[in-house]
């Protein structure tokens, strides 16, 4: 009875920890994963960030922040570097009513995971067609918490 009892147990704590499911794969940089993060500074403060495994992201969030441009979706690469994960993101706006294009708008950042959080520094750069400068740099902050199935 000793020996199916132990059995029993140590079969179901197997069971139980090969059926967890992490918040990112163990192998995978700190970075994967969801992210609801806060950009202060930005025209529309709150952020949906993914970083994906394979060096990409994208991030969203509602149109809100210009009345007058689109600017609701980025999409860029990161990459891991010796003060934590570097950032770029990158989308092409454009004129809500004549429908043409606007700028294209690259921001860098820099970005610390500690767990689920985040923090870390942003710089955007809107450029033209040709890719010149249209206005200046504008710096923020950012704060993100990961997000968790329940």
């Not at 197997?14 to 994963?33: F, K, M």
């Not at 921001?107 to 400068?133: C, H, N, P, Y």
């Amino acid at each position: 009875m000793c020996v199916r009892l132990t059995a029993f147990v140590l079969v179901t704590v197997l069971c139980l920890v090969s059926c967890h499911q992490p918040s990112r794969p163990n192998d995978s940089p700190p970075i994967v994963g969801a992210w609801l993060v806060t950009i202060p500074e930005a025209p529309f403060p709150y952020h949906l960030l993914i970083f994906h495994a394979d060096g990409t992201v994208h991030q969203s969030n509602p149109d809100a922040g210009d009345a007058n441009t689109s600017d609701s979706a980025l999409m860029g690469a990161w990459t891991t570097s010796a003060n934590g994960i570097k950032a770029k993101l990158v989308e092409v706006t454009a004129d809500r009513n004549s429908h043409k294009f606007v700028s294209r708008v690259e921001i860098s950042f820099w970005i610390q995971v500690s767990g689920d959080a985040m923090t870390g520094t942003a710089t955007a750069v809107s450029l033209d067609r040709e890719g010149k400068r249209i206005r200046e740099a504008v710096a923020a902050t950012l704060s993100g918490q990961r997000i968790l199935p329940d």
